[in-house]
T-cell receptor
Framework: AQKVTQAQTEISVVEKEDVTLDCVYE???????LFWYKQPPSGELVFLIR??????QNEISGRYSWNFQKSTSSFNFTITASQVVDSAVYFC?????????????FGSGTRLQVQP | GAVVSQHPSWVICKSGTSVKIECRSL??????MFWYRQFPKQSLMLMAT?????????EQGVEKDKFLINHASLTLSTLTVTSAHPEDSSFYIC????????????FGSGTRLTVV
């Protein structure tokens, strides 16, 4: 079975603070994909990143960075110098083959509030 | 890039009526489509997986006679909520998976269903 855990239900920070959103996953498959999505109040999912299980390189994109560690089954997401526009719900997701399907399994989400 | 169009974006219907939601892939062939449901302040939960030309596979606890899925072509899948009740009010999102070696997943913009 596959599972994604986002232990932080809600985080509140003040603008310009750095914030890290945690994601821990479970899968028996050796080949899988990990994702992060942003969901603003409009509801539409905004794709942020996809990472293949064979690629453990960390990635930086502007103020966003991701730390993928297979040893701890974690794929954490850091926003540097947060802004009010970063306020949203963020979902970590996993797609693996061990359940016989490739649908994304989502974590419960972390609601980020950035105060001005 | 892969574009998925989902309509309508919102719908209000009376209890007991049926509602159809469409999900179209605009610039690629979608052999596999997924339907998710998201209740307020909750995560996205997979309802069913549909493959073009075959019957959908429903997740445990999802009534297949209530949520009818049709995937008659490589570019269109529909979800019909039959005899809708207020508890069916939710945000429904489709997702398309395409490709072979390098898989891609794309999400529709979602449909907010309110049953009164």
């Amino acid at each position: 079975a596959q599972k994604v855990t986002q232990a932080q239900t809600e985080i509140s920070v003040v603008e310009k603070e750095d914030v890290t959103l945690d994601c821990v996953y479970e899968t028996r498959d050796t080949t899988y994909y990990l994702f992060w999505y942003k969901q603003p109040p409009s509801g539409e999912l905004v794709f942020l990143i996809r990472r293949n299980s064979f690629d453990e390189q960390n990635e930086i994109s502007g103020r966003y960075s991701w730390n993928f560690q297979k040893s701890t089954s974690s794929f954490n997401f850091t926003i540097t110098a947060s802004q009010v526009v970063d306020s949203a719900v963020y979902f970590c997701a996993l797609s693996a083959r061990d359940t016989g399907r490739r649908a994304l399994t989502f974590g419960s989400g972390t609601r980020l509030q950035v105060q001005p | 890039g892969a574009v998925v169009s989902q309509h309508p974006s919102w719908v209000i219907c009376k209890s007991g009526t049926s509602v159809k939601i469409e999900c179209r892939s605009l610039d690629f062939q979608a052999t596999t489509m997924f339907w998710y449901r998201q209740f307020p302040k909750q995560s996205l939960m997979l309802m069913a997986t549909s493959n073009e030309g075959s019957k959908a596979t429903y997740e445990q606890g999802v009534e297949k006679d209530k949520f009818l899925i049709n995937h008659a072509s490589l570019t269109l899948s529909t979800l019909t909520v039959t005899s809708a009740h207020p508890e069916d009010s939710s945000f429904y999102i489709c997702s398309v998976m395409a490709g072979t070696g390098n898989l891609i997943w794309t999400f529709g913009s979602g449909t907010r269903l309110t049953v009164v």
